[in-house]
């Protein structure tokens, strides 16, 4: 396989945890790849509201979560441009620095994958890149059949990109890869931490402390109180 193949796993990371880091792990080990972009998006395209962390502490989670693996590489390039971030722009941003859509290979989750039709720019979108979908809890492989029967020719064996001679001989694939990932949501996680949960089993080490050291998606005293006067 090339080296010159690289992944992105892209997300809000509000925060980031395990299973966003097992999904990544999962693309790694299946596909050969040597090193995974992990980018924070600026302004979530499928989300009605702002992040609840800023973009600085979304950013320093994610790149003290690329500790927990040599091949893990925080970017900030969607967080220094304006607008939504949507896979298509990113892929083609990409594009700009050199790389072929052949070696790009972009990291994603059954459940965000089953609603690709949705995507902007959908289905130019699967010519700029492959696609890596790793299963999630509760989510297999046979969503995928299910939902996106009509892509099936794109579906490709992970080996298959490891046998390729050259990252640019073959059209873009679909690879599926079927692996355990932890069974956690940011969404799960905020709710935790503002109930005054305990979710250090659910990030990395260092991603708990910059989440204690900060007090992150606690409410306030100021909330508090009027959660407290409303109930």
Sequence with gaps: ???????????????????????????????????????????????????????????????????????????DAELRVDGPSYTAHTLARLATTGYAPSQIVFITGVDAFAEIATWFDYPRVLDAAHFAVVTRPGHGLDLIEARLGALRPRFAPPQALRDAPAANAYETRVFLIDAPTSDVSSTSLRAALAAGGDVAALVTPPVHAHIVRHGLYRPSLSQAGRLHEES
């Design 1 to 75: 396989m090339s080296p010159g193949i690289v992944g992105v796993l892209g997300g809000t990371f509000d925060p980031i945890h395990r299973g966003h880091l097992d999904v990544a792990r999962a693309a790694h080990d299946a596909l050969g790849l040597e090193r995974i972009l992990l980018m924070p998006a600026h302004v979530p395209p499928h989300r009605h509201r702002a992040p609840h962390a800023s973009a600085y502490h979304r950013f320093a989670m994610t790149a003290l979560a690329a500790q927990d693996a040599p091949y893990l590489v925080a970017d």
